[in-house]
């Protein structure tokens, strides 16, 4: 199934706001990984099997390859983030075996090119939708948004001592939009209908009688990727962690 999201321009906040919150959650996400050592790269990340250097390339190469979309865009070719599945995960294991500083400069520099990147978008690239993976087609407009939740949910992962309590409410409110809108009618879910207090309300998963979950923004985002529960009520669903899945 392939997702095409030529709806969803309404989602998320206005482009210059989020490339700010991209900028911002990168250095706070810099600010953190710059104290760590070997010893601390190679301790275990909150993503089973992965180390925090894991997550260090994971990021790294997510950026290059969202410029990577972007400039054969300009040039009017057509690119995924990766060519398959394993060259990802291959990039990842070859990039989470470098030294400390490698892994910082990578993710600096990277993230530094790609900011460039959306603060320089060409116009005619933000009226195309881009095929980032086999089954997930979005507005370019939402670019800087995916990216932002890459970096929230990833910083998060790092177990560093950050989570979405540190987060301002706007940007949690996107990327749930983000990420529920991503699953709207994906048969491999289950039907949920989302309800927050926020106001967001929207129906996931496969179509049928769809099961309504209700709670805050952080509470809704952390359980429907696959990071956190929201009840130690077995009748509640948020007390069954949702499987994680993978935007990028």
């Known amino acids: 199934m392939t997702f095409s999201a030529s709806g969803l321009f309404q989602i998320g906040g206005p482009?210059?706001?989020?490339?700010?919150?991209?900028l911002d959650t990168t250095i706070s996400l810099l600010g953190s990984t710059i104290r760590f050592d070997e010893n601390d790269w190679s301790a275990p990340s909150a993503i089973p099997g992965w180390s925090r250097a894991h997550i260090a390339a994971h990021l790294a190469a997510n950026a290059n390859a969202i410029r990577n979309i972007v400039a054969a865009s300009v040039a009017g070719r057509e690119v995924m983030l990766y060519e398959?599945?394993?060259?990802?995960?291959?990039?990842?294991?070859?990039?989470?075996t470098r030294d400390p500083l490698s892994l910082q400069i990578d993710l600096d520099t990277s993230a530094s090119q790609l900011a460039s990147?959306?603060?320089?978008?060409?116009?005619?690239?933000?009226?195309?939708?881009?095929?980032?993976?086999?089954?997930?087609?979005?507005?370019?407009?939402?670019?800087?948004?995916?990216?932002?939740?890459?970096?929230i949910l990833h910083r998060w992962d790092l177990r560093a001592g950050h989570d979405l309590t540190d987060v301002d409410?706007?940007?949690?409110?996107?990327?749930?939009?983000l990420r529920a809108n991503i699953l709207v009618g994906d048969p491999n879910y289950p039907a949920f209908r989302l309800v927050t207090p926020e106001g967001l309300d929207i129906t996931i998963g496969r179509v049928g009688n769809p099961e309504t979950v209700r709670g805050d923004i952080r509470t809704l985002l952390g359980w429907l990727t696959g990071r956190s529960t929201g009840s130690n009520d077995p009748n509640n669903p948020l007390s069954r962690p949702l499987r994680p899945y993978s935007v990028l």
């Open 169 to 177: 409410d706007e940007p949690v409110l996107w990327c749930l939009e």
């Open 84 to 96: 398959s599945p394993q060259a990802k995960s291959i990039a990842i294991e070859l990039g989470s």
């Open 15 to 22: 482009y210059e706001q989020v490339c700010r919150s991209v």
């Open 117 to 151: 990147i959306f603060h320089d978008m060409p116009y005619n690239v933000l009226d195309k939708e881009l095929q980032l993976t086999q089954r997930l087609r979005l507005p370019a407009p939402l670019l800087p948004l995916v990216r932002l939740s890459e970096i």
